[in-house]
């Protein structure tokens, strides 16, 4: 089992700043892909960013380049998620996720393995 917790969020007025991080415990960090994902009222789980196991391959939704940057640091087993220039309509409850899976890095939910318990994160205009 590999536990994650989420934290970092919280309420910010657009156009600011938000640094989500993600805590691994209970298996080796380094054997995950980490990704990103945002759920808001209504609406379907997201994929917003991931980043592979070791070789620092990044991905990110179309929507959002330029604005949020994945990293994780393996000696910290945490990943984080670095949000600039934030809009009302990002408001949503974000999750990290871990993925086994050795090929490649995926942006779809169906892949990953374990989840954190989201955290909420709140802009306001």
């Known amino acids: 089992q590999l536990q994650l917790v989420e934290s970092g969020g919280g309420l910010v007025q657009a156009g600011g700043s938000l640094r989500l991080s993600c805590a691994a415990s209970g298996r080796s960090f380094n054997d995950y892909t980490m990704g990103w994902f945002r759920q808001s009222p209504g609406k379907e789980r997201e994929f917003v960013a991931a980043?592979?196991?070791?070789?620092?391959?990044?991905d990110y939704a179309d929507s959002l380049k330029g604005r949020f940057t994945i990293s994780r640091d393996n000696a910290k087993n945490t990943a984080y998620l670095q949000m600039s220039s934030l809009k009302p309509e990002d408001t949503a409850v974000y999750y990290c996720?871990?993925?086994?899976?050795?090929?490649?890095?995926?942006?779809?939910?169906?892949?990953?393995?374990?989840w954190g318990q989201g955290t909420q994160v709140t802009v306001s205009s």
């Open positions: 996720a871990a993925d086994r899976n050795p090929f490649g890095i995926s942006r779809n939910t169906v892949r990953y393995d374990y």
């Open positions: 980043i592979s196991r070791s070789t620092g391959i990044r």
